[in-house]
């Protein structure tokens, strides 16, 4: 059963940490995105990449977050320094588009707070 | 640009009766259509999508919906509601023109009332 696996599923750290959230996309699919979660925001976009290439990363604060994928199996999220406001769930997801468009696959998302 | 409005944050209904959760969208181009479902402390499932085939869609659980271009509208309904589907209901737009990303809506809150 093939699913986007995120680790950790929960992260408390203290702010001004680093924090790296990591991703599994479904084997195959060429385009993985990253979210975030907030009762005041809603799901925002924050990045994705379409084979490995960043695509947009326009909603992504530059200073301190940054995504990347070192290969086709992992995708990376970072937040350096970490803040109080950045405490939010990150969820990834992965879909084939492009020739084939599919829906995106979610994973469980991790839950970060930052104290 | 691509937007989408959920017209409902909260909709309460008795078990057994109707459900309808409303959604209107925005695209500059001919768009894909999405409804996703979120259960308390879960991730993001797929309940159906539009993707410029038949109109009107069915999903999982007995869920459907309906896509009206002249209303720029893409609702989504069930005959008879179960305790189940109490969850937080996504409308979401991926346009087309080579942007990808998902555009959620703010989600609509739906409660079952026994």
């Known amino acids: 059963d093939a699913r986007v696996t995120q680790t950790p599923r929960h992260k408390v750290t203290e702010m001004g940490q680093e924090v790296t959230m990591r991703c599994q996309p479904i084997l195959g699919h060429n385009t993985v995105f990253w979210y975030r979660q907030t009762m005041m925001q809603g799901l925002e976009l924050l990045a994705y990449f379409r084979n490995r290439a960043p695509l947009d990363d326009s909603g992504m604060p530059k200073d301190r977050f940054s995504a990347e994928m070192p290969d086709a199996t992992l995708a990376t999220l970072k937040i350096q320094p970490s803040e109080p406001r950045d405490s939010a769930v990150y969820f990834c997801?992965?879909?084939?588009?492009?020739?084939?468009?599919?829906?995106?696959?979610f994973g469980q998302g991790t839950r970060l707070t930052v104290v | 640009a691509q937007s989408v409005t959920q017209l409902d944050s909260h909709v309460s209904v008795s078990e057994g009766t109707p459900v309808l959760l409303r959604c209107n969208y925005s695209s500059s181009y001919s768009p894909s259509l999405f409804w996703y479902v979120q259960h308390p402390n879960k991730g993001l499932q797929l309940l159906l999508k539009y993707t410029s085939a038949a109109t009107l869609v069915k999903g999982i659980n007995g869920f459907e919906a309906e896509f009206k271009k002249s209303e720029t509208s893409f609702h989504l309904t069930k005959p008879s509601a179960h305790m189940s589907d109490a969850a937080e209901y996504f409308c979401v737009v991926r346009s087309g023109g080579g942007a990808d990303g998902l555009t959620f809506g703010k989600g609509t809150h739906l409660i079952i009332q026994p």
């Open positions: 997801a992965s879909g084939l588009l492009g020739i084939l468009n599919t829906e995106a696959f």
